[in-house]
């Protein structure tokens, strides 16, 4: 059953937005915490975050405030001028990371494209190698501006906007072998996900992430962690290169930095931070104060409320309860992940199907691919909202 308001947008939507995405036949007008309404007053369990960005949950009282106060205050100035909220979330980014300068914008996918930037920068002017090489992982996805869709080793996204930048080489991920033999002096960079988020949530273990940290030390690389989908809480620590005790030179972030307001970050340290001179890079909005203040509540709340350990209590009782499934006989081959990022491999192509059959349940989960559920909630999660999800899940996987 529709109603008015449903068909007046879906044919809104029809008519002038460009149909780049599959959309559902939901129409949702407001979230709270880990709960969205449709415009009938139907709670969806929202285990997708809106792709793993509203960590804090939906409309979370105190990021709302924030950005009403700063939205009454000051939105935008440009980046001529100083603005107070801009260079306290530096402050508190480089604290949260290990890093020493943070370079804001508006996507992750920007955020990735500063580290190319880098890279390319440094290898000319410092490095002094303009043969060089950048490796990526296969499977890996850093965003869809052209640098970051070249750096993304699947066909799918690439094929049809060749010829890619060239520079890039993608290894084996988790290959300690290969990584040893790509590494040579031509390396400028390594970029990498520590957990591969659209490839199908893919750890990359902590001893590959060392290897590639003592490489990048033996060859004068840099090593870009692209932490947009695994950073701010999700595995239960700030970044999730943290997990393995390796500092990397660069770190892309945005998604969950916002909570739901668009805002990237570059971050940096040592040699990185002096490769690019002033007017080399920027972006109009960058770092505007209303973003910056949003990134600021969402780092007081995940501090106030310990999202980060709920992240790794809930995470962790959640795949124990997937796994539970899996020895009743649901058609679950692995349960992968770590924290609040969880990918299910199923052991059919039915990941669409659960998707779909999930949502006429109102449980809101992700299909990558045929055969892997991406389990991405916010971090907000408690265990009885795991319990009801896994009672969905195991209602769907009866059914199909
Ligand atoms: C690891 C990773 N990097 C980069 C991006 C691109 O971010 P955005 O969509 O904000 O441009 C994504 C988006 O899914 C991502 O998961």
């Not at 879906?10 to 939901?26: F, G, T």
């Not at 300068?101 to 290898?123: L, P, Q, T, V, W």
């Not at 795949?319 to 992968?336: K, N």
Request: with cysteine; hydrophobic share 40%.
């Amino acid at each position: 059953m529709t109603t008015p308001l449903y068909e007046t947008i879906a044919e809104l939507d029809q008519r002038y937005v460009l149909p780049v995405y599959r959309r559902q036949p939901v129409l949702f007008v407001r979230g709270v915490g880990a709960r969205l309404y449709d415009e009938q007053g139907n709670a969806y369990l929202d285990f997708l975050a809106g792709i793993a960005v509203c960590g804090v949950g939906h409309c979370h009282p105190h990021l709302t405030k924030r950005i009403c106060e700063q939205a009454q205050t000051l939105m935008h100035t440009s980046n001529f001028f100083l603005t107070e909220p801009q260079a306290r979330l530096a402050r508190r980014l480089c604290e949260l990371s290990g890093m020493e300068k943070a370079f804001f914008c508006n996507s992750g996918a920007e955020a990735c494209e500063m580290g190319i930037k880098i890279a390319r920068k440094f290898a000319n002017a410092i490095k002094r190698t303009p043969d060089y090489e950048i490796l990526t992982l296969e499977g890996s996805f850093h965003g869809r501006t052209m640098g970051a869709l070249s750096a993304t080793m699947q066909a799918k996204y690439q094929e049809p906007f060749k010829p890619l930048l060239p520079g890039f080489r993608a290894l084996p991920r988790n290959d300690i072998d290969a990584l040893r033999h790509a590494f040579s002096e031509r390396t400028a960079a390594i970029l990498l996900e520590p957990i591969q988020g659209e490839g199908g949530i893919y750890p990359i273990s902590d001893e590959y992430l060392q290897e590639a940290r003592r490489l990048c030390d033996r060859c004068n690389a840099l090593l870009i962690a692209d932490e947009v989908q695994a950073g701010f809480g999700r595995t239960g620590k700030w970044f999730a290169y943290q997990h393995a005790g390796v500092l990397p030179d660069v770190v892309a972030t945005a998604k969950g930095l916002g909570g739901g307001f668009p805002i990237g970050a570059c971050l940096m340290r040592g040699v990185a931070t002096e490769v690019l001179q002033a007017g080399e890079h920027g972006t109009t909005y960058g770092g505007n104060p209303l973003a910056c203040s949003a990134a600021l509540a969402v780092i007081e709340i995940i501090e106030q409320e310990n999202l980060l350990e709920n992240a790794a209590r809930v995470g962790a009782y959640l795949q124990t309860r997937l796994c539970d499934l899996r020895a009743a006989g649901a058609p679950i081959r692995e349960v992968r992940g770590r924290g609040l990022m969880v990918g299910v491999e199923l052991t059919q192509p039915i990941a669409r199907t659960v998707f779909q059959k999930a949502l006429e349940r109102r449980l809101i989960l992700n299909a990558v691919g045929e055969t892997i559920l991406r389990i991405v909630p916010p971090l907000i999660i408690t265990e009885p909202d795991v319990d009801e999800a896994i009672q969905i899940l195991s209602e769907v996987f009866e059914e199909v």
